[in-house]
């Protein structure tokens, strides 16, 4: 059984930055794509960023180009999301993702939601204007 867990969520202004991470169990990190994906009330769960399975590629919403980065780190079985410049339409719970299929399986670095069938519980980012 895979859990991910987030953290390093807050309330913060606009302009300010913070790094989410995702904490995941499981001996198979390395062999799947990542990615964080945000839900605001009332709104669809949301692409944010993605990385493949050795970090060599990265995607992101054009929302957050520029401003946000994502990285992983296989030894720590962990991947972060860098979120700079921070707007108030950024407020949502942000939720990490393991892929559901593994790199050798797949024909595309894991873009949508129905690509993912591992989630986080969520952590809340609210930024005041």
């Known amino acids: 059984q895979v859990q991910l867990v987030e953290s390093g969520g807050g309330l913060v202004q606009a302009g300010d930055s913070l790094r989410l991470s995702c904490a995941a169990s499981?001996?198979?990190?390395?062999?799947?794509?990542m990615g964080w994906f945000r839900q605001a009330p009332g709104k669809e769960r949301e692409f944010v960023a993605a990385?493949?399975?050795?970090?060599?590629?990265?995607y992101y919403a054009d929302s957050v180009k520029g401003r946000f980065t994502i990285s992983r780190d296989n030894t720590r079985n962990a991947v972060y999301l860098q979120m700079n410049s921070l707007k108030p339409e950024d407020t949502a719970v942000y939720y990490c993702?393991?892929?559901?299929?593994?790199?050798?399986?797949?024909?595309?670095?894991?873009?949508?939601?129905?690509?993912?069938?591992?989630w986080g519980q969520g952590t809340q980012v609210t930024v005041s204007s």
């Open positions: 990385i493949s399975w050795s970090g060599g590629s990265t």
């Open positions: 993702g393991r892929a559901r299929d593994a790199y050798y399986t797949r024909s595309r670095v894991s873009l949508f939601v129905d690509d993912y069938d591992y």
């Open positions: 499981g001996r198979t990190f390395s062999i799947y794509d």
